[in-house]
Nanobody
Framework: QVQLVESGGGLVQAGDSLRLSCVAS????????MGWFRRAPGKEREFVAA???????ILSDFVKGRFTISRDNAKNTVYLQMNSLKPGDTAIYYC?????????????????WGQGTLVTVSS
């Protein structure tokens, strides 16, 4: 059974940094795309970032220049480094993966989800 387990969320102040981690188990994702979505209070879940096995990645416009996605294929792990956090980044962050290798941005194209980790940014 595939599991994606996130860690690293918490309460921080505006301008601080956090690094989220997501470890996949149950199968290897070394050749699959992985990524992050988030759901802010009262809003729909939205795309944040995705990365291919090669390291090629895409980021949503609202995190470009502040967030970085990376992965360690040997550890079946994907990371989201979040810098210069803003109160608007407050959300539950979900790790995601798909059976395909290509990058994606749509929730409906996601095959696997983690339970989510809460990030709260105070002003």
């Amino acid at each position: 059974q595939v599991q994606l387990v996130e860690s690293g969320g918490g309460l921080v102040q505006a301008g601080d940094s956090l690094r989220l981690s997501c470890v996949a188990s149950g199968r290897t994702f070394s050749r699959n795309a992985m990524g992050w979505f988030r759901r802010a209070p009262g809003k729909e879940r939205e795309f944040v970032a995705a990365i291919r096995w090669s390291g090629e990645n895409i980021l949503s416009d609202f995190v470009k220049g502040r967030f970085t996605i990376s992965r360690d294929n040997a550890k079946n792990t994907v990371y989201l480094q979040m810098n210069s956090l803003k109160p608007g980044d407050t959300a539950i962050y979900y790790c995601a993966a798909r059976s395909a290798a290509s990058l994606w941005m749509g929730s409906n194209e996601t095959d696997y989800w983690g339970q989510g980790t809460l990030v709260t940014v105070s002003s």
